[in-house]
Nanobody
């Protein structure tokens, strides 16, 4: 059974930082690229960062230079370090495989990130 448990969100002022964590099932984590997705109110869910099993990374232009994705294969955990946060980063953040369909229709509960003064 797929398990994805995101944590680390919260309320932060513009320019601040947060670190998100996602504990994933070993069965899907070790063999697949993992990504952080986000969905803002009334907007389509988007992929913002990807990391391959070997550690290769890719970022959406909107977060490049500010966000860093990493993974701990021993802990089946993927992280997202978010710096220089902007109000437009406000969204619910989810982790999942990349592409998403590999891990089925299940999405975790996500973690809310709110950037506001």
């Amino acid at each position: 059974q797929v398990q994805l448990v995101e944590s680390g969100g919260g309320l932060v002022q513009p320019g601040g930082s947060l670190r998100l964590s996602c504990a994933a099932s070993g069965s899907i984590f070790s063999r697949n690229a993992m990504g952080w997705y986000r969905q803002a109110p009334e907007k389509v869910r988007e992929l913002v960062a990807t990391i391959t099993p070997g550690g290769g990374t890719n970022y959406a232009d909107s977060v490049k230079g500010r966000f860093t994705i990493s993974r701990d294969n021993a802990k089946n955990t993927v992280y997202l370090q978010m710096n220089s946060l902007k109000p437009e980063d406000t969204a619910v953040y989810y982790c999942k495989t990349v592409p998403a369909y590999i891990s089925g229709a299940y999405w975790g509960q996500g973690t809310q990130v709110t950037v506001s003064s």
